[in-house]
């Protein structure tokens, strides 16, 4: 290659000569493996970008997915919260069912069931205390101050029904009842625990 600073020697006079405003070029036009070499890094770099476009989708997708599946957390964890209350206070009354119907029936326990159906009930009359005939047996074996006349008189009866479940009873009045069977005391709690 020559440099600059030599002469050219033209075979023929120039005629017309202009300056170009085509930019210089240097060298020779790029020959296959040139060409080649330039496809290759366009497609590369193309590829490049089409894998970096598909992998921003890919993000932006995988961030609402994770978004949604948060937002449904959020709303039911307040719901699985409120079916595990729901469970346990369920599962504590089968337990204390259970508890207390494995209790022995005894004398105290019949006594008391009695006393609270009696106190809720004011003078009213004459009183029937309906208890479980085996209950009724037991106070009468043990000669319970509560069948003895002095303690009700003529207002207080004690009736033997099999309809009462053992150490509760069901005391009666003109206006009204005191229902103190376990069943119905379980019952009672599990509607105040449950609504």
Do not use: Y
């Not at 070029?25 to 290759?40: I, K, N, Q």
């Not at 449904?72 to 009354?93: D, G």
């Not at 009700?152 to 009842?177: A, D, K, Q, W, Y």
């Amino acid at each position: 290659m020559k440099s600059w600073s030599d002469t050219l020697v033209l075979p023929r006079p120039l005629r017309d000569a202009r300056l170009s405003s085509l930019p210089l070029t240097e060298g020779p036009e790029p020959c296959g493996a040139d060409r080649e070499r330039e496809s290759f890094e366009r497609g590369r770099r193309e590829g490049e970008r089409a894998l970096g476009e598909q992998l921003l989708r890919q993000r932006t997708e995988l961030l609402d997915l994770q978004n949604g599946v948060f937002a449904a957390l959020r709303q039911s964890l307040p719901q699985v919260a409120r079916e595990c209350e729901a469970t346990l206070v369920e599962l504590a009354l089968e337990v204390a069912q259970k508890l207390v119907a494995g209790l022995p029936i005894s004398v105290e326990m019949v006594e008391a069931a009695v006393h609270e159906g009696i106190a809720r009930l004011a003078d009213t009359g004459v009183i029937t205390v309906h208890l479980h005939p085996e209950d009724h047996a037991l106070l009468q074996q043990v000669n319970s101050p509560l069948l003895l006349e002095e303690a009700g008189g003529e207002r207080m009866r004690f009736n033997g029904s099999p309809e009462i479940s053992r150490g509760g009873c069901l005391v009666e009045t003109g206006f009204g009842s005191v229902d103190t069977r376990r069943e119905t005391k379980l019952g009672l709690l599990r509607g105040s625990l449950l609504n």
